[in-house]
DNA sequence: ATTATTGTTCGTAGTTTTGCGAACTACAAA
DNA sequence: TTTGTAGTTCGCAAAACTACGAACAATAAT
């Protein structure tokens, strides 16, 4: 617990959770694959990509927000959004670690 | 919309969005860590590990399962899990194809 | 001052999730 | 046959999620 461990191996399983969670809905998988190719970002262009009453998406973007995977900028009278890359890169980060951790035995189940 | 499109860079919205879903709890997430590295699998072994009673995970189990990231098997009288490796690797790869899904242009807000 | 535009927030309704104890199932051992 | 062991399922309650229309806020244009 001194030295080289925690170097940046381990992973907030609480963070990830809320990563997850975030990413948990196919309406913002969507708002998130559209922030981050293009990033044209402003809420009507967003609503216009999804089947769903303009309250709808402006809360799952709330929700997105408040896990850091986006952020909003008010551009009267409109609002941009866009994904918050800093966050984006620690989630790209703990997702990819948490699935290394896989390879220390053989599958231990035979298939049902 | 004939050709080389569609190889293989396109993933399933709802389907990533299921898989974020089932990992989008702390209590998962640790389940999951658990199978992933060590695979000592048993029911006991996981409710030993969490701080909750044993019908909640069963519960948590249950819905890891119906997500196809772990998979069960009867020993009586116990019963053994481990990852499902062929949908962890398809989970692995969602994620990964969404994370790499960013680099076209810059961020187009200033930090709030 | 009105009116339009662009989103957010509010109130509401229905569904799902989370968590628990208790009851139950299936098998093995005494 | 009764008792134990190992989990699952049931029934319930509280909380969170999803979705909507309506009302609201902030600014710009008439």
Known sequence: MENDKNKDYSVDNE?????????GHPARITILNF???????????IHNELPIAKATVSQHLKELKDAGLIQGEIETPKVKYCINRENWEK????FEIFFALKKEKENCCTAP
Do not use: I, N, V
């Open 35 to 45: 922030l981050a190719s293009l990033d044209s970002c402003y809420f009507g262009d």
């Open 15 to 23: 963070q990830l959770a809320r990563f997850a969670k975030a990413m």
């Open 91 to 94: 989630a790209q980060t703990y």
